[in-house]
């Protein structure tokens, strides 16, 4: 039903507003996809690796393709959330959703195309690194801008570290000329995430510290923040395991012991995040529904699964691949459920008619 002047609520129109007001962090929900499915292919679950493989890829495309519309019809509307420091790093979702789809299908044997993802995704890292900062933080009038620090702000580590992961996954099967290259982006990206991870961190203690925290305020994102920390442990882990090249030669020791350390803050970080989401849910009641954030809950759950399992195994450290197994079966129950409500939200907000 219409009134004068209202747009016709149709199908079509539903589609063009959940184009116009599509999120920049939803690659997440790739990201989410492939990494479990790299978490269930390292444990010998093949046939439901690979349909989260599918998952993974189909969603990326999709979001892709949205994402491209909605710059094409709604330039105005992404230009905002360039501007927004709470929207903006979201867009490193691209990213790691990029390279995480990259090293799933290079385990799967499509070495070529993790080596063309890695590609895109260091283009746009290096774009993006200077872009989203710059739109959403320096160069905004309004200040204080770390009021408006949240946890997507742990994304552009998580950018960083995909990176490094990505590059030390195509270098055992590069040539001699490329593997130095690919040493240097590895460790390079590796370090800068942490770094990075760093100073993100004290913008966003800051924001805890100096503005009152509200319940709505604890959103899903700051599960991010133990993700960029496992997907530091992941990266080292993976540079420890890479060919002699100067730049890994220098660092290797750094590297493994580093990434020891990272697990154990990882582990430290889980049940501190578990608690603000009690104190969320269940002490001040906010409703838990579907919401896009969720996947950034996920995808730092299968992180953590991943990195532990691979840590373990590469430092022997069995206790370490043990609890990354068992961590594993909770990444995927939590993401089964989040993608079952993902398709009733759309159920419900695209193929049902509004009353009214």
């Avoid at 195309?113 to 320096?138: D, F, K, R, S």
């Avoid at 154990?264 to 970080?269: D, G, K, N, P, R």
Wanted: hydrophobic share 55%.
């Amino acid at each position: 039903m219409t009134t004068a002047g209202s747009v016709p609520d149709t199908f079509g129109s539903r589609v063009a507003e959940s184009v116009q007001t599509l999120t920049p962090g939803y690659f997440a929900l790739p990201m989410a996809a492939g990494i479990i499915s790299v978490g269930l292919e390292l444990e010998g679950f093949h046939a439901f690796s690979a349909a989260l493989l599918v998952i993974c890829a189909v969603s990326y495309a999709m979001i892709l393709v949205l994402s491209l519309v909605r710059l094409a019809r709604f330039p105005a509307d992404m230009r905002r959330d360039f501007l927004d420091p709470a929207r903006a790093f979201g867009f490193f979702t691209f990213i790691a959703g990029t390279n995480v789809l990259g090293v799933r299908l290079g385990m799967a044997g499509w070495q070529g195309t993790t080596a063309a993802l890695l590609a895109v995704a260091v283009l746009a890292w290096v774009v993006l690194g200077y872009v989203v900062p710059w739109t959403a933080v320096l160069g905004r009038d309004e200040r204080p801008v770390v009021k408006d620090a949240n946890g997507t702000w742990f994304m552009w580590c998580v950018a960083s570290e995909s990176v490094s992961v990505a590059a030390a996954s195509v270098e055992p099967l590069a040539g001699p000329e490329w593997r130095p290259a690919l040493a240097l982006v590895a460790v390079v990206a590796w370090s800068l995430g942490l770094i990075l991870y760093a100073a993100v961190g004290i913008f966003v203690s800051l924001r805890l510290l100096s503005h009152p925290i509200h319940p709505e305020d604890l959103k899903p994102q700051y599960f991010v923040a133990m993700g960029a920390m496992a997907i530091s442990v992941l990266a080292g882990a993976r540079i420890v395991e890479m060919a002699g090249a100067p730049m890994v030669d220098a660092t290797r020791g750094l590297v493994a012991g580093s990434s020891v350390v990272f697990w154990s803050f990882a582990s430290w970080l889980f049940p501190v995040l578990l608690a603000g989401g009690w104190w969320r849910h269940v002490v001040h009641r906010v409703p838990l529904s579907y919401e896009p954030g969720l996947w950034s809950v996920i995808f730092p759950l299968g992180m953590y699964a991943v990195a532990g399992i691979y840590l373990g195994r590469a430092a022997h450290l069995p206790i370490v691949a043990v609890i990354g197994q068992g961590e594993l079966w909770l990444a995927v129950a939590a993401f089964l459920a989040t993608f079952a409500g993902m398709l009733w939200h759309l159920w419900t907000t695209l193929a049902r008619s509004r009353q009214g």
